[in-house]
T-cell receptor, first 114, second 116 residues
C-alpha cells in the first residue's frame, strides 16, 4: 500500500511570494489533514477535510492560507503572501474510517521564507 | 492549558538498554486515545503505539510498550533494547472523544539519542 505522498519536499521563497503544496493521501482514506510544524514544536493542525468538505479550519490563518480537496482525493495548501513566520514543515496526513484514529503522515514539505 | 506535556527535551540511552519517555495529558473527556509517533530526521511521522482510555491492559507493540497510569494522566513510552535506529524525535498525542473523533493534539516532543 502506497503511503501519503507530498510535493515538493523543499521550497525556498522570498516573503510576500506565494507557494503551493500538494498532498495525495492513502487510497481510500476519507479524512485528510494539513499540519504546520515549526522547528522545535509538535505539529499543529491547520485544516481537516472529510472527503471534499472542510471539517475544521479554525486554526487556519485564512487571510493568507487556503486549502482545497477537489474530488475528495488529493489536496493543495496555498500560502499567499508568505511571511517569515511561515517557515516550517507542512505535513499532510490521512486516516481511514475504521481503526483507533491513527493518522498516517507524508514526508512533509520544508518551507523556508527569506 | 497544554493538552499534552512532554517534559524531556532530550534523552540519551545506551544501545541495548531500555528508556522511558514521559508524557502527561490533560482532558475532561472520559473517552480519549493516546498515541506515540516517531519522527526520524527524514521528517515523516511514524505511528508506534496506541492506548485507549478504556483499555485495561497497557498497550505493547514489539519493543514498544505504553505505561498508562490513568489516575495520574500519564502515558509514558517504554522502548526496550534500544537500537541505533531508534534515534529520533518522539511525540505523544491525544485524541479527545471516541474513535470517531478526528483531531490529534501533539506535545513538543523528546529527542532520543542512542549511544553505541
Amino acid at each position: 500500500e502506497a503511503g501519503v505522498a507530498q510535493s515538493p519536499r523543499y521550497k525556498i521563497i522570498e516573503k510576500r511570494q506565494s507557494v503551493a503544496f500538494w498532498c495525495n493521501p492513502i487510497s481510500g482514506h476519507a479524512t485528510l489533514y494539513w499540519y504546520q510544524q515549526i522547528l522545535g514544536q509538535g505539529p499543529k493542525l491547520l485544516i481537516q477535510f472529510q472527503n471534499n468538505g472542510v471539517v475544521d479550519d479554525s486554526q487556519l490563518p485564512k487571510d493568507r492560507f487556503s486549502a482545497e480537496r477537489l474530488k475528495g482525493v488529493d489536496s493543495t495548501l496555498k500560502i499567499q503572501p508568505a511571511k517569515l513566520e511561515d517557515s516550517a514543515v507542512y505535513l499532510c496526513a490521512s486516516r481511514r474510517t475504521e481503526g483507533v484514529g491513527e493518522q498516517f503522515f507524508g514526508p512533509g514539505t520544508r518551507l523556508t521564507v527569506l | 492549558a497544554q493538552k499534552i506535556t512532554q517534559t524531556q527535551p532530550g534523552m540519551f540511552v545506551q544501545e541495548k538498554e531500555a528508556v522511558t519517555l514521559d508524557c502527561t495529558y490533560d482532558t475532561s473527556d472520559q473517552s480519549y486515545g493516546l498515541f506515540w509517533y516517531k519522527q526520524p530526521s527524514s521528517g515523516e511521522m511514524i505511528f508506534l503505539i496506541y492506548q485507549g482510555s478504556y483499555d485495561e491492559q497497557n498497550a505493547t507493540e514489539g519493543r514498544y510498550s505504553l505505561n498508562f497510569q490513568k489516575a495520574r494522566k500519564s502515558a509514558n513510552l517504554v522502548i526496550s533494547a534500544s537500537q541505533l535506529g531508534d534515534s529520533a524525535m518522539y511525540f505523544c498525542a491525544m485524541r479527545e472523544g471516541g474513535t470517531g473523533a478526528n483531531n490529534l493534539f501533539f506535545g513538543t516532543g523528546t529527542r532520543l539519542t542512542v549511544i553505541p
